[in-house]
């Protein structure tokens, strides 16, 4: 079984920065690919970034590449999500996933933390 515990959200102003950390316990995760998913009041669970454990191929949904970084830290098994230039549209509960996998320009997991909210305001 997987476990997966997300912090670091909270409440920021717009244009600022937020940490985001996923801490993973449980089965070995050296072929899953990890990720971060966001769903805001009223809408659907959107993907958000995903990494493989190697650390390499970050993929990026294009409303935050350039501004998000997806990354791992294999010794304390922990993803992060560095969130910068933060917009208003950015406030959601933030997810943490783990075997995220690609189907028809859909992104899904099977394992998922219980979520971080991220709150920006003017």
């Known amino acids: 079984q997987v476990q997966l515990v997300e912090s670091g959200g909270g409440l920021v102003q717009a244009g600022g920065s937020l940490r985001l950390s996923c801490a993973a316990s449980?089965?070995?995760?050296?072929?899953?690919?990890m990720g971060w998913f966001r769903q805001a009041p009223g809408k659907e669970r959107e993907f958000v970034a995903a990494?493989?454990?190697?650390?390499?191929?970050?993929i990026y949904a294009d409303s935050v590449k350039g501004r998000f970084t997806i990354s791992i830290d294999n010794a304390k098994n922990t993803v992060y999500l560095q969130m910068n230039s933060l917009k208003l549209e950015d406030t959601a509960v933030y997810y943490c996933?783990?075997?995220?996998?690609?189907?028809?320009?859909?992104?899904?997991?099977?394992?998922w933390g219980q979520g971080t909210q991220v709150t920006v305001s003017s």
């Open positions: 996933a783990a075997g995220v996998q690609a189907s028809s320009g859909r992104y899904s997991a099977p394992y």
């Open positions: 449980g089965r070995t995760f050296g072929s899953y690919v």
């Open positions: 990494i493989s454990w190697r650390g390499d191929s970050p």
